[in-house]
């Protein structure tokens, strides 16, 4: 299956420029940014510039922009501090509404700064 790009998706906005983003990491497959409400001193988005609705179609899809994916997030983890050296950091997919996705671009949360709890809410 494959997606077309869209035009009304928030994500796909901000790796277009169209709505504003505190960018932090960017390469040619991939987007970074802060949460606007943060849940963590460090909080922030990896995105794939390719608008597919959730990560599992991203492997799907384009399973090497997958890759490139967390590969961004482990840099943007080492950029801010949070590699597993210095303490680690929690990355999360939610995946469907059951997981309180919110926004149907794929996505992953590095959230780090503070200890962590498990299980997860
Ligand atoms: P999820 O609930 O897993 O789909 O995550 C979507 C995330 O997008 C939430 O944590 C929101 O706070 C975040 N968010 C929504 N709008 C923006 C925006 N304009 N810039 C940065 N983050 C945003």
Redesign the pocket.
């Known amino acids: 299956m494959s997606y077309a790009a869209d035009p009304d998706c928030?994500f796909c906005k901000?790796v277009r420029g169209e709505?504003p983003?505190d960018v932090v990491h960017a390469t040619d497959a991939t987007f970074a940014?802060?949460?606007?409400?943060p849940?963590a001193p460090t909080h922030v988005?990896v995105v794939p510039r390719r608008h597919v609705p959730d990560v599992a179609s991203l492997v799907a899809e384009a399973p090497q922009e997958a890759v490139a994916l967390f590969a961004a997030a482990a840099e943007v983890a080492r950029q801010e501090g949070l590699a597993a050296a210095d303490g680690g950091y929690r990355m999360?997919a939610?995946t469907g509404p059951a997981a309180?996705?919110?926004?149907f671009h794929a996505?992953v949360?590095v959230l780090g700064g503070r200890p962590m709890t498990w299980p997860p809410g």
């Open positions: 928030l901000l709505v983003a940014f802060r949460d606007v409400q849940q988005l999360v939610n309180q996705q919110s926004v996505h949360h």
